[in-house]
């Protein structure tokens, strides 16, 4: 009798047992179909198992590829548009550019004639300007008179020659090709005529036969006096003291035009000189080539 109990017990146990193995096997199909199920799902949705991230680029390829057309399309109507603009705009600036600039040519080119009639005196190169010529009254007025008078026929040409108007070396040499220093200034610049060293009151002397054209004065020359020689030659004496001519008269070769001044602010370290300066057809040349 306790062995039947026994028997029926363990029998309910194995029953037990393999009902709950059947449960168990029944739940594991259950979830790997459900993972199955769901991988299918997703590889559906992809459209290639395993490669989401490739799609998604072909994707967008695909969605790149037909706009491509359609911005060359635009940029070519739209090219032509931009090139005609600037055309149509920049025509009427260059004739405003045109009307503006003429006023401003007619204009430079009225001035250096405003200035020459302004300025007569003012020869290109020179140390001399026109507002520069204060008329001098000579203390011998009659004396400049009479000599006016006289005959002004002038000579002067090319072959000609002129002296020394004062015994002296040569401490500035003319230079209107190159620059050459002057001690005073401490810089270099052209020299349009020579500076001759001398003695203050010394007699400077006409170098050659010529009328006065004008007498002057200005800060760096000091008292200057202006000669018309004939044959489009002039002659400029510079750094004068006590002025003996009048404007008009004739002086001849070795007449007293005035004598050595104190040396202007320019050439306080050259010492006391004595300027000469020589122009043929408002040009200045060297009167080197001409002193004798």
């Known amino acids: 009798m306790k062995k039947n109990r026994f028997t029926g017990w363990l029998q309910n146990k194995t029953v037990l047992a393999a009902l709950l193995m059947v449960l168990l096997a029944g739940t594991a199909v259950a979830g790997i179909t459900a993972t199955r199920r769901s991988r299918s799902d997703k590889e559906a949705e992809d459209g290639q198992s395993g490669y989401a991230f490739e799609t998604q680029q072909a994707d967008q390829e695909q969605l790149a590829v037909p706009t491509q057309p359609e911005t060359e399309k635009e940029t070519e109507t739209q090219a032509p548009r931009e090139t005609k603009a600037p055309a149509a705009t920049e025509a009427p600036t260059r004739k405003n550019e045109e009307k503006t600039t003429q006023p401003d040519r007619a204009t430079a ?36 008179a009479e000599a006016g008078a006289e005959g002004t026929a002038l000579m002067f040409q090319e072959g000609s020659h002129i002296t020394w108007p004062v015994e002296g070396n040569v ?51 000091g008292n200057f006096v202006m000669m018309d020689l004939g044959g489009d030659y002039t002659v400029l004496y510079g750094q004068l003291a006590d002025v003996t001519v009048a404007i008009d008269q004739v002086v001849e070769a070795g007449e007293v035009l005035g004598y050595v001044a104190e040396p202007t602010k320019y050439y306080v370290v050259e010492g006391p000189n004595m300027y000469l300066e020589l122009r043929h057809e408002g040009k200045p040349v060297d009167p080197l080539d001409y002193i004798r």
């Open 109 to 144: 080119q009225r001035d250096p004639e405003e200035e020459a009639a302004a300025e007569p005196e003012n020869e290109a190169g020179t140390l001399v300007d026109a507002g520069d010529a204060v008329v001098y009254t000579p203390e011998d007025e009659e004396a400049g």
């Open 171 to 221: 401490i500035l040499d003319y230079s209107m090709d190159g620059t050459i220093y002057f001690p005073t200034l401490k810089q270099y610049k052209c020299n349009p005529g020579i500076l001759i060293q001398s003695e203050v009151g010394l007699p400077v002397e006409a170098a050659v036969r010529g009328m006065v054209t004008a007498i002057g004065s200005n800060e760096e020359l």
